[in-house]
């Protein structure tokens, strides 16, 4: 016995009377398809440096929402990725991580260099 035929689903037309869409056709008469449609900006990201050759190096994620769990990562260039959970933990590591940007190789080699 073979399976009765599903039932089409409401508002999905039948699939024999789909017709692939086909791509527009340049304006300019080279046929070359646009890239970027006219008037219309690029998005261009911002360099992460500044001007004065500062950027980044240690992040610190706090998430603490209401009713729940609270957490904490330290993540750093020099290698440093440390996650904490609960609200002792997680104070603790905020504690870490200020005391690191003292102790960080990267910090103290880019300030030795800078002075």
Same mark, same amino acid.
């Given at each position: 016995m073979s399976a009765p035929p599903r039932p089409r689903l409401e508002g999905h037309p039948p699939t024999s009377r789909l017709k692939l869409a086909e791509p527009a056709r340049a304006a300019s008469s080279s046929g070359a398809p646009k890239v970027v449609a006219e008037g219309v900006p690029t998005a261009v990201r911002p360099d992460?440096?500044?001007?004065? /050759?500062?950027?980044?190096?240690?992040? &610190?994620?706090?998430?603490a929402p209401r009713g729940a769990?609270?957490?904490?990562?330290?993540?750093?260039?020099c290698g440093r990725?440390?996650?904490?959970? /609960?609200?002792?933990?997680?104070?603790? &590591?905020?504690a870490d991580h200020t005391d690191h940007k003292t102790r960080c190789p990267l910090r103290a080699t880019l300030e030795r260099t800078a002075s």
């Open positions: 992460q440096q500044t001007g004065e /050759g500062r950027y980044p190096i240690a992040w &610190l994620t706090i998430t769990t609270p957490t904490a990562t330290s993540i750093c260039a990725n440390l996650f904490a959970a /609960g609200h002792h933990k997680a104070l603790a &590591l905020i």
